[in-house]
């Protein structure tokens, strides 16, 4: 199924959603006006041609058990996660068709708790007023907490993706990768989730995991060791973690040179490794290493 269940965004839970969503500004990032959703969480987004870059935070706990699907609540898990550590919490996977992908997974084995249907209240750039109409079809995993995923259906996608909102700096076009951290013998339950969500056809083996093609990027899989190898020294936080968990976003850049000199304007520090730069430190977005990857169609 071409396209089928692309990365579209991991949730980057953080604790003070303006100082988070100031420095992914600073890198050269459009970010939107941080807007509510109505199980009590703040969000500030990056947007790109169907996918994002999300930061999320809470800002009303008296919510979190509002909008459940099954046992699952999104504002709570957010909660839970974030009272725990800053860091992706969940992962949204893109459709244009939710219903048809929730049938194309229970064909697989696997089985959504349910489906939420939500708006948010907007402010376009032109000063309009709107509201956006979005379905989740939950895919909930206790067995893989931090990589739980939904797939997010946009209803009125031109409310997402506005032009102005999607004029980045830095020159960055879209999501390419995320890199999930698992021990060796976490491995095997990670690749059984990604094949049942992908097909066998989509796992590749490396020398330090596996990683799964999916509609739009890949799923890399390392261990730790790896994981340092890519990234250099994992935050205090993502050290301590027991569970498998994302601890990198990849994005498209058009220009590395126009990344550098953006970097340079805000002294942002930063790791270069061929055509590849990471930002520095991970701890001050949400414990995420944020990397820009050279387009090589750009």
Same mark, same amino acid.
């Given at each position: 199924?071409?396209?089928?269940?692309?990365?579209?965004?991991?949730?980057?839970?953080?604790?003070?959603?303006?100082?988070?969503?100031?420095?992914?500004?600073?890198?050269?990032?459009?970010?939107?006006?941080?807007?509510?959703?109505?199980?009590?969480?703040?969000?500030?987004?990056?947007?790109?041609?169907?996918?994002? !870059?999300?930061?999320? %935070?809470?800002?009303?706990? %008296?919510?979190?058990?509002?909008?459940?699907?099954?046992?699952?609540?999104?504002?709570?898990?957010?909660?839970? #996660?974030?009272?725990?550590?800053?860091?992706?919490?969940?992962?949204?996977? #893109? %459709?244009?068709?939710?219903?048809?992908?929730?049938?194309e997974l229970a064909r697989r084995g696997?089985?959504?708790?349910?489906?939420?249907?939500?708006?948010?209240?907007?402010?376009?750039?032109?000063?309009?007023?709107?509201?956006?109409?979005?379905?989740?079809?939950?895919? #909930?995993?206790?067995?893989?907490?931090? !990589?739980?995923?939904?797939?997010?259906?946009? #209803?009125?996608?031109?409310?997402?993706?506005?032009?102005?909102?999607?004029?980045?700096?830095?020159?960055?076009?879209?999501?390419?990768?995320?890199?999930?951290?698992?021990?060796?013998?976490?491995?095997?339950?990670?690749?059984?989730? !990604?094949?049942?969500?992908?097909?066998?056809?989509?796992?590749?083996?490396?020398?330090?995991?596996?990683?799964?093609?999916?509609?739009?990027?890949?799923?890399?899989?390392?261990?730790?060791?790896?994981?340092?190898?890519?990234?250099?020294?994992?935050?205090?936080?993502?050290?301590?973690?027991?569970?498998?968990?994302?601890?990198?976003?990849?994005?498209?850049?058009?220009?590395? %040179?126009?990344?550098?000199?953006?970097?340079?304007? &805000?002294?942002?520090?930063?790791?270069?490794?061929?055509?590849?730069?990471?930002?520095?430190?991970?701890?001050?977005?949400?414990?995420?290493?944020?990397?820009?990857? &050279?387009?090589?169609?750009?």
């Open positions: 199924m071409p396209g089928f269940l692309g990365i579209d965004h991991p949730v980057i839970v953080v604790r003070d959603i303006e100082a988070v969503r100031a420095r992914i500004i600073a890198l050269g990032f459009a970010m939107t006006p941080v807007t509510h959703h109505p199980w009590g969480t703040a969000t500030s987004i990056a947007v790109f041609d169907r996918c994002l !870059l999300e930061i999320m %935070s809470i800002y009303d706990e %008296s919510l979190i058990d509002r909008s459940s699907a099954g046992d699952f609540r999104f504002g709570r898990t957010v909660r839970d #996660h974030l009272a725990d550590r800053e860091g992706i919490s969940l992962l949204a996977l #893109h %459709s244009d068709d939710g219903e048809a992908d929730v049938a696997i089985v959504s708790q349910g489906r939420i249907d939500f708006g948010r209240d907007i402010v376009l750039p032109d000063g309009r007023a709107d509201r956006t109409a979005t379905s989740l079809f939950i895919l #909930h995993d206790p067995e893989l907490p931090r !990589l739980s995923s939904f797939i997010c259906q946009q #209803h009125r996608r031109d409310l997402i993706q506005v032009p102005r909102w999607m004029e980045h700096e830095n020159g960055a076009t879209g999501l390419c990768q995320v890199t999930i951290c698992a021990s060796s013998a976490d491995q095997p339950r990670v690749r059984r989730r !990604l094949a049942g969500l992908y097909g066998e056809h989509a796992i590749e083996a490396r020398a330090d995991g596996f990683s799964a093609i999916t509609g739009n990027g890949t799923f890399v899989v390392c261990d730790r060791a790896g994981a340092e190898a890519r990234y250099g020294t994992l935050p205090a936080a993502l050290a301590a973690e027991t569970e498998p968990c994302c601890i990198a976003i990849h994005l498209r850049a058009s220009s590395l %040179s126009r990344v550098t000199a953006r970097l340079d304007a &805000a002294g942002v520090a930063r790791a270069r490794s061929g055509e590849r730069i990471t930002v520095l430190p991970a701890e001050d977005y949400g414990n995420v290493f944020l990397v820009f990857d &050279a387009d090589p169609i750009a």
